[in-house]
């Protein structure tokens, strides 16, 4: 098999997920709150919305380093300007936080969504890196930009 084609193959599939698992967490949201679930405790209330924001930020940053790629891919942009500081995966002080509630218990449904949405960060995480280490690794073997030498006299015009 063409080692090419089965990386956009990988890519696709790791796009479907993510754009699946967005479409689900964008579900989740919305039928929780035109359902107006049970109110919970104000504390599992808060708990609730900064994880539903930590959802939203893993997905938001997923998606926009999926994108970027696939515009490398289509040939939209180089590898090169892929890895430039704003189109690398962020929000990882965020997003790579788990569990920091306690023994407070969140909806399974919700509670389901962050694992994923975790476990899809922490691989596109280290696809970021991969991608980071080849540009470096290709920048490496290229020749040094070589200019012509400038010539310290000007030439006399005959």
Known sequence: ???????????????????????????????????????????????????TMRLTARMTQIMAWLLVQKAVLAGEMTAAEATRPEHRLGGREVCTTRDSWGDLVLP??????????????????????????????EAADQPPLSLPARESQPKSVD
């Not at 107006?36 to 104000?42: D, H, I, K, L, N």
């Not at 975790?118 to 690794?137: K, P, Q, S, W």
Request: with cysteine; proline share 4%; glycine share 4%.
């Open 1 to 51: 098999m063409n080692n090419g084609r089965a990386s956009v193959s990988f890519f696709d599939r790791t796009f479907d997920e993510a754009l699946n698992l967005l479409v689900e967490a964008r579900n989740y949201i919305a039928t929780r709150d035109r359902l107006g679930a049970s109110e919970p405790r104000p504390l599992i209330q808060l708990v609730m919305s900064c994880e």
């Open 108 to 137: 399974p449904q919700l509670q389901d969504l962050l694992d994923r949405s975790f476990n899809l960060y922490t691989r596109i995480a280290r696809l970021d890196e991969m991608v980071d280490l080849r540009a470096e690794g």
